[in-house]
């Protein structure tokens, strides 16, 4: 029997190594890694680049503390905002951490700015934060949240896509609208730029802030370093986590200038978060995401492997219902079982990850090639088969 506590249903598999889209198990079987440990390993298992930096910098120094001064932490701070609207980042060390984060400091600026009332919260329906407990019900998942009250407060919750139901949710203590620019979890919905735009000035026309959760759908998934890009948009607060360590644990909560104001020293802080070893690792992500022509590629496959899902959808509608995502972050909505489904998938040695709505989430790394993408259309077509 296991030591571990079951909170996961885990499938009977482990793995020894893993280079580039494949890892290798402990029986020897080698599988195309359409996971990435959920978008984690944004440039795959064991990228030279990476090994190299996490090498270098364990030689050199792991932790110190935030109340020293961090260079590795500036740096990539600094990085983070050149490249997108931000002006400040705070570190920590998980998505829940990033998107708890960002609600502190939407709470403070109003508090900051002599409105304290405003306070709550917009979220939508089939949307994930996290597992701590304002994440937990700010997202309020029915199966996430049960047994685990009293409720976290703060959150009002509308259906995805209800405009009006948005609009009449705002009250004069509203402080923000939190929400994925395309959810993961929920079933690899994508919030269209028609809807981020307007969204945007709703929440300037009330006065309020536009909080874009980017921990799974952030640094390059989409193609762009973030998905709001796509839109044309400027976010105030944007939690990211995912991708940006590749496999090292990595948060951040980014922010502009306007909503900084009330996080003064003391108001946050983390033991682990922005360390110098997971800075590094961080900004070695980043030298090979913002190279030239890295997220022009991304597109490039994410737009050959819709094109070709698409294709599958025709071939066998009475399995797949619909495709879904951009970029990188890719679904399919399906007819019959996900589970069974991903069962076969991985029997067919290709695997995936479930998400709600009935979906299956494609999720490769972003170095992945036409020829793996290909060679997953294979593996996908044979599942479908055997349907
Ligand atoms: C995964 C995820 C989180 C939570 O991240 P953890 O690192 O598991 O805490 C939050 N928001 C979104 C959109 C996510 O996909």
Known sequence: MSSILGTYKRRDVSFSEGKGVYLTSTAGEKYLDFVSGIAVNSLGHCHPYLVEAIKKQSEKLWHVSNVFTIPEQERLAKRLTDNSFADFVIFVNSGAEATEASIKVARKYFFEIGQPERNRIITFEGAFHGRTLAALFAANNKEHTLGFGPRVDGFDQVPFGDHEALKKAITKNTAAIMLETVQGEGGVRVVPDYCLKPLRKLCDDNGILLILDEVQCGIGRTGKLFAFEWANVDPDIVPIAKGIG?????????????????????????????????????????????????????????NYFEKELKELQKKYSNVIEQVRGIGLLRGIKLKIDNNKFLDHLFQNKMLAVKAGDNVVRLLPPLIVEKKDIDEAIRIITKTCSEF
Do not use: Y
Not at 262 to 283: C, D, R, V, Y
């Open 246 to 302: 590749g496999g090292f644990p990595i948060g951040a909560c980014l922010v502009n200038k306007k909503v900084a104001i009330g996080m003064k020293p003391g108001t946050h802080g983390s033991t682990f978060g922005g360390n110098p070893l997971a800075m590094s690792i961080g900004n070695a992500v980043l030298d090979i995401i913002l190279k030239k022509g890295f997220l022009e590629n991304v597109q490039e496959v994410g």
